[in-house]
């Protein structure tokens, strides 16, 4: 253990190696919290994902607080590891990953917000590294599907965790909310529906024609009851679509997908959603070839227990990082 | 003081329709709390379901606070939505329900909260109301049994969520307690134990005796050892009673039948519980053709977690509703 | 969406007498929350003061929730009384008081709250009731200024309790958030600041230019020195402005003049603020013959404790309650 | 420091001292909670004032929980320390004090619970020991006044702290709650009206009726005003009467004298009261020869934060130990 | 229900039974907070199981907090019952079980403290009892295991619970802390690794060498992913191993194996564990003739929400009882 | 405002010009969370002022969870601003202040704790920098006072805020705990104690001996009754010593000096402290020309309600940098 200045060294050293700082060095309650304990760099310097966050809740429509989860993420990512026992994988060896701090946000307003999130993505897409956001709420993921798909030159295939369909129209007058983004993604042309995906869906449901536009664009809703109906989880697993490396992937996860139980910092909360377990199972059993963003959404701090939809959330980011090695 | 009616209020609207305040109307967190955002009405308009809250706590054994409940309820179910999935039932289009206040009580006494209790529910079966009371502890669904056996003019048939039997004999020289009103219903002739159900029990318990009362009355109790050791949950469900129009049947939810990860928020957790999930499979499973009243009971706000145990207790009153629809 | 009064509701009572609901008749933790248990009441009828909440809080800058603030001060003023010791009054013999729900907002846009504020205050001015309403955050303030001084066809006086002098530029591009409001109001002759006075105010500041917007516009700011430091609260009290009956006033009570530990939940805390019983002697020392309307802000029930926030916010409203019963 | 055992040899040696558990044998947060770690003790012993817990909260009106005051003030109490600064005074050197158990009660019965309380106290006074209950709610204290003067002979001197007069009358058919001891106590000539006080009262209250009773019975209620606005407080002080050895008091504490700041966990918290600077200063001030008794009551852990008022009530009980000292 | 001082009676009748204290005697809110309500005994008495804690968190990597589980344990299993419904066995009729206090503790020396320990359950076990032991942290159970291994005289089974392997070598220069118990257990020859099992790990993990210790020592370690895919709960438990007579076997339960849904209150929490009703299985399947002791760590009240992880706790030492009335 | 990577270029520039992150940039919820947003720095860059945390409560006697301090300072410290009113200083203008990240600790050990923390601080002073602290637990102050002292070649005056003396000799065996770093400050020769002062000091204590160690060495301590009983608040501050340039002077604040209301979330609260407006006052009284180091203690977040205890700790640490500004 070095006895002086860890973190500070750690931070301007010339050689860092995008590595988390070990526990052994600073005990993990210590230090200036960076995602993952990892160092913080600017984009021009070579690594491979960046995460970063977005502190927005501007758009939501019942409890607010989203926007102290980057924080509170970071703080609770100290606990985090690299190892991933069934893949085998060494994360953080694979992939080199860095902290770049938030994104500006306009707390009251979603359409200047949405300008900030374009620009700051681009920019990191354009240094051409992968990148995990950690939201903020779900109308965050349009101006990421935004930038995403403008890079990639073709509409994205979405993986989306959510208790809810995001697809509802516009309310009090304004297009932009944060249950309107798959809506909003699917009539810009951003995502291909037919191969998209929506994970732990359930009710109850405004009305029977809330799915009406999942039926019309061909998007694909698993509820828990097909979820939990199957014959195994692995069978239900199996029956997701593989992406190939020609089809850039998006994923957003929205925490709300788990149960309250295992989620209960979150705005709008869904009883007899998913259990964290079930998540990594169904995480793990992604087969995406190029995974070119995700983001992690609707996590409200003011609302959690004991940092345990933090701690959900930092799981799955780790697992994300691991579905992100993959093509890189 | 005046019996009834003081607080039986209604919302001043010349065509209401009894229906839920929509969210485009007024944001979910704005507006004075009713139980689903439903209009207030008074017994002499013409409507299917009464919902209405006991504020009494008075005859718990461990965590008070269920005084409480129907007032979080009525703040939490401003997240309720009317559309069940898999029923494919919109069920404020189905039936026409009301929030008619509370039912005072007598803090201090289990004796005249009963009277209190009795009276006010009469008035709502004489107004030919099915109805949902939001409780309260467990002690109070004596009264409720009492009022609706009466009307019924034979012994109900009793749906019992429960972590405990309810069948314990007096404490402190009190007949009445919380875990008291299955033992009384079935002397008094309120309950038919042989076509009544409890579902979710659990120990430990406080000897081998406690189920000689069920024995000798032939009371099916559903452990969660029975539960879970099934083949699979539907098979569970499909071993539960049917009820035939002309069996009234009470529906009594005590919410700590549930698992204390689900509902944190009650007076006497019990670990090894249900999920949200299974509870509403089983309550969807349920095949009732006269469910003339139902309560949803022992939550206890001061001990809830972000509110969702309450949430929990909403998701039921919808479960509920639904099956309340299926004799009008 | 209709801009007004579909929660404008009432109490069905063909002798209702404005009086709250007596915690005799059904105790205090049980019905229907209204402010004061007080009947819910149509502007049409016949009554003095409205009360009514502005579930908004998309222009803070730091901590969200006041969108909460009205459901939970209804459930906390459920603990009010209307005899006020030292003024020997009892306030709702000499008011009629009413409940008249929520003015609906725009979650996402301060603008569009706006509109519907000045429309909901417009008409219940119209009605010839005076109001008081409980946000919100503290831009909501600025659309009751407005709808208030065109009714009065003259600059308001303000009298304004907080810590901060809401006096600052646009932030993020958008000219109006929760601490700016004071700076709108003069710059739209709102109000004459020379007749204002703003109580509570502390640092530490952004700069010493923070000030500058006061001193052009002589708008007095007393701070917590100037309080604390006087030869008694008395002689502090003493010193603030008498106003007569042409002088129509505008009380706006900012939560966050109280210190944190009397009031945590709010969004901006600042050590060193008002105790509960300071801002009373100094609301009851107010000369103020013709208060019109009066607001409470930033109170944030998700950061509250044990609602202590919402009880000094009830207390709040019950002094100014009694402060308006003078000129009616 | 003993190696082995220390706590259970401290419960069980032959020649226990009556005095706390040394944080030096045990740390504080160790061992079996007692009030202020003193031995438990059977009445036969030879100790001088008896510590014991009544855990009721049937009588409230509003917030329950005082029924798990006296666990969680023996854990709290763990923090208590011997030595009082400005008395100089080691107060368990001074008296053999031990703590010995609660009182058993009935949850639902206000009458049964005084039966119980009554004979409880009553051994406690037959054994020559003074005695200090922790509550529990106020309506206890009724029972503690029938025994302590009973054993007396004579109406006793109460000393109360309190928001509240509790002089309120009979409220849903029941004589006796929370807010009706004073007014029984005087009604049954258990207390002297003209040499009592209370200490704390402030408003609102339901009516100017309500100091009606005081003002028949010459019993004195001490406003915040009037503490608050004498010269000092020492001089408020000053104004208390002074009790001789002949007469017999009962200091009666409501932890809601105190400011909901300082004391959140309370069932009917008022805002603007007391701090605990100032009710140490009171209690120091206090001249009573003959303090035979006393209570601490309304302290509600669900509702505390972080203990703070849990911790208030301690540093309550080391005052009127130091009181009892005075004429043993 | 006798009328008077039944705890102090209980603590000190010259014939207790090593009895729960009955409900019916004192309501379970009552009462000074023993484990399950027993009496405390001293070790010369005739019992057969002692319950010791030691409030330890001295050692911990992340959360602290632990230091009070052994109170707050004491004050939950209040709620525990002696019944064991699919054992049908009544542990406290089968067994004579006694509180003994808090074994004393150095709260900043994991050296001096294992010393404490050490003597303290080295008289326990020379008493000729069992005994749990409530921790703490899991850095204490090492000093278990020396005394217990002692007294049996050869290495012992080590039936371990945990989301962690607990096999980490030295932290910041210091050997024991409380990640590193196995590993010493095995250095130290305290335990058999090969008859041991570790039950609940999951990853991430620091690096794939994390399982190199245990690969070595052939000690199995049952993950969430082998638990959860076997075909069934009831084939892995037939998957574990049995214990004869004459293998001495320790126990030791980290709470943070419960999945953090179900006890939240721990240091070191890690999504995707058990839940309580998996857990209750596992510990019903166990065979284990000769289970000379247990502890029970990791729980931290501090980090706890409404006491479901003490309440786990409490669930698991009851199952822990029922595993040591086998062979006594 | 940039629209682009603000924060990262913030950590990054060449330029930088130690000032806080504007609002206006970023709003104060986002962005890494450095003390009062200032950039993170090295100790060979030239800046006036380090601020660091020393994350470490492993010799604390009752509550944990000072370890956290200094991340939630940071988090907390967004809310900070830098115009002082009374002094009408920009404090940030008048110094450059940087986060230079935390002193690494030994959890388990304050011997090997106090390494570092020595071999750190002295860094930070032959950088000739001064600094701030911010703890951690008490006992860590004694390394600071010994790094301290070795830089200024004499002892040091200490100004130290607190309700406990820390005078206390060793407990269990181990000399340094958080009770005691006075007395080894002043046997070691580190603090002059005629020169030196405490604050907020009071009781109950242990015993009347506690203060003779202070009476030995005329240390001065201000009781709570010295500073409100003084003619007024000004007068107690007058009577404060001076402390010229050629006196080095180390200020320590613990948190617990201030009343538990206004810091509930620290580990040993003691009622009737300080209000956080009389901190302010006597720290704006304070005349100290050469303030070498500070550091602000025992903050405990795991305790904290609202963070109204960590805002007191960055009002505090603000007031200390104010100070600092004068001979530099």
């Keep these: 253990m070095t006895l002086f200045g860890q973190y500070v060294i750690h931070l301007y050293m010339s050689d860092h190696k995008f590595f988390p700082l070990s526990g052994r060095e600073m005990p993990r309650f210590g230090g200036i919290k960076t995602f993952f304990r990892l160092p913080v760099a600017n984009l021009s310097e070579d690594f491979d994902v960046a995460i970063f966050g977005v502190p927005f809740d501007g758009a939501v429509s019942y409890r607010p607080g989203a926007r102290f989860a980057p924080s509170k993420i970071r703080e609770t990512s100290?606990?985090?590891?690299?190892?991933?026992?069934?893949?085998?994988?060494?994360?953080?060896?694979?992939?080199?990953?860095?902290?770049?701090?938030?994104?500006?946000?306009?707390?009251?307003?979603?359409?200047?917000?949405?300008?900030?999130?374009?620009k700051f993505s681009t920019k990191v897409l354009e240094s051409k590294k992968k990148y995990i956001s950690a939201g903020g709420d779900h109308s965050t993921t349009l101006a990421h599907l935004r930038s995403v798909k403008a890079k990639a030159g073709k509409p994205l295939s979405l993986v989306h965790f959510d208790a809810h369909l995001d697809t509802y129209p516009a309310a009090w007058g304004c297009e932009y909310h944060h249950g309107a983004f798959v809506r909003h993604a699917i009539n810009e042309g951003l995502i291909d529906p037919k191969s998209s995906v929506q994970i732990g869906i359930r009710g109850p449901l405004a009305g029977d024609?809330?799915?009406?536009?999942?039926?019309?664009?061909?998007?694909?809703?698993?509820?828990m009851d097909e979820i939990r109906g199957a014959t195994s989880l692995a069978s239900f697993?199996?029956?997701l679509p593989a992406y190939e490396k020609d089809q850039p992937v998006f994923l957003s996860y929205d925490i709300d997908c788990l149960d309250p139980s295992c989620a209960p910092g979150t705005g709008t909360p869904v009883p007899g959603g998913l259990t964290t377990y079930e998540s990594q199972k169904i995480l793990q059993s992604l087969k995406i070839e190029n995974l070119v963003a995700a983001d992690i959404v609707e996590v409200s701090p003011p609302y959690d227990q004991s940092d345990i939809?933090?701690?959900?959330?930092?799981?799955?980011?780790?697992?994300?990082?691991?579905l992100m090695r993959k093509n890189i």
Excluded: Q, W
């Excluded at 060896?93 to 902290?99: F, N, S």
């Excluded at 999942?214 to 998007?219: G, T, V, W």
């Design 78 to 118: 100290s606990l985090g590891r690299g190892y991933h026992f069934s893949r085998n994988l060494s994360v953080f060896d694979a992939l080199k990953v860095a902290d770049i701090g938030d994104c500006s946000v306009v707390p009251m307003s979603v359409e200047k917000t949405y300008e900030l999130i374009e």
């Design 209 to 223: 024609s809330d799915v009406n536009f999942n039926k019309e664009h061909s998007l694909r809703y698993c509820t």
């Design 237 to 239: 697993c199996a029956s």
């Design 309 to 322: 939809t933090a701690l959900a959330a930092v799981d799955v980011m780790f697992e994300i990082l691991c």
